[in-house]
């Protein structure tokens, strides 16, 4: 067991838990190691001076008021394990002593690249569909049942985002040989060819993609982005599958797309979750759904823990941490990601 020399630890990780992100072995070296005081995000503000002045590091992101950052004389890092950067404390105050703040959202990139392929995968085969068939007695043999099948090997891809999602999702599809375009505007050219993708236009992508992902964080500068224009301008028959937020999207404009058989669709985000029951895009054809579910993984989770403790094991030896992503200062106060509200 820690003693009270041992760095203290705040941990208020909703809708984290310590047992959902640590397995039996790591959260047993992480109480050992550390004096953890676990409470709830809006309680932060209010625990006693001395622990405040004492933390070393915070697990989560409660909000923090510039009093109360001021108390926190040994913080050295914040570590957000909800992955959700929200304007809820003093960044600039916190970059100015030096205090880290970095997320865990590196856990979810591989889990959901996956499901975004498999979703991919199944508007260009129409799996789930022709399952549903097969169980009702409708099926349709062999070439009767490929009308509108075609193949994502060969195809021409675009990714909107090219973030640790967007990496994730490039690394799958390279086994399919993919001519793939992306579109991200806080990267240079360069890093993007690097990565053995071509570096394109928003209009670029849109007109001349079979799939198109968007992998790209809900920010201040482009909530709402893709709407009524954008899906008119993509290929007939195209599919658009959404995986990052549903912020970046005009949802009924999709959803109008859609109906209109312009395009397919698939989405793991939706703008409001849970979804209403009566809401349309339930019964929407052409349309495959999944239940904000992609990154949901206990393996997820549990490396989140593994990069807290390495990461901190690094900082309490005067380094950096490097298995966690930190923010940054000239794009923090830009993102606008919804925080999530389930495991």
């Not at 001395?50 to 913080?75: N, V």
């Not at 094991?313 to 389930?342: F, H, N, Q, Y």
């Amino acid at each position: 067991m820690s003693d009270s020399t041992s760095p203290l630890v705040i941990s208020a990780p909703e809708p984290r838990t310590l047992d959902l992100i640590f397995t039996l072995d790591a959260l047993k070296r992480f109480r050992a190691k550390y004096r953890i005081v676990e409470t709830t995000a809006d309680e932060v503000a209010e625990l006693p001076a001395d622990m405040l002045a004492g933390a070393r590091y915070i697990i989560g992101q409660p909000p923090i008021s510039p009093r109360t950052l001021e108390q926190m004389k040994a913080l050295r890092c914040v570590f957000n394990v909800e992955t959700n950067l929200v304007n809820n404390m003093p960044y600039e105050t916190l970059f100015a002593r030096g205090i880290h703040v970095v997320t865990t959202g590196l856990v979810f990139a591989e889990p959901v690249a996956e499901l975004g392929l498999a979703m991919a995968l199944n508007l260009a085969r129409d799996i789930v569909d022709a399952d549903l068939a097969f169980r009702q007695g409708k099926e349709l043999w062999g070439g009767d049942g490929n009308q509108t099948a075609r193949l994502l090997s060969g195809a021409d891809v675009g990714i909107i985002g090219f973030g640790d999602l967007g990496r994730a999702l490039n690394r799958l599809l390279t086994g399919f040989r993919t001519r793939t375009k992306v579109f991200d505007p806080w990267l240079p050219p360069s890093i993007l060819i690097d990565s053995g993708v071509d570096p394109a236009s928003l209009e670029e992508v849109l007109t001349s993609s079979d799939f198109v992902f968007v992998v790209a964080s809900v920010t201040s500068e482009n909530q709402g982005f893709l709407g009524a224009d954008a899906f008119a301008r993509m290929r007939r028959g195209a599919a658009f599958i959404l995986l990052s937020r549903a912020g970046v999207v005009d949802f009924p404009a999709l959803m109008a797309a859609v109906k209109s058989g312009h395009i397919v669709a698939a989405s793991d985000v939706f703008p409001e979750e849970p979804l209403a029951r009566e809401h349309p895009v339930r019964a929407l054809p052409g349309f495959l759904r999944s239940a904000h579910r992609a990154g949901a993984l206990d393996i997820a989770f549990k490396r989140m823990g593994d990069m807290v403790l390495e990461d901190m094991d690094l900082i309490d030896r005067g380094l950096p941490p490097l298995r966690s992503k930190r923010a940054e200062r000239e794009t923090v106060s830009r993102m606008r990601s919804k925080p999530v509200t389930t495991n």
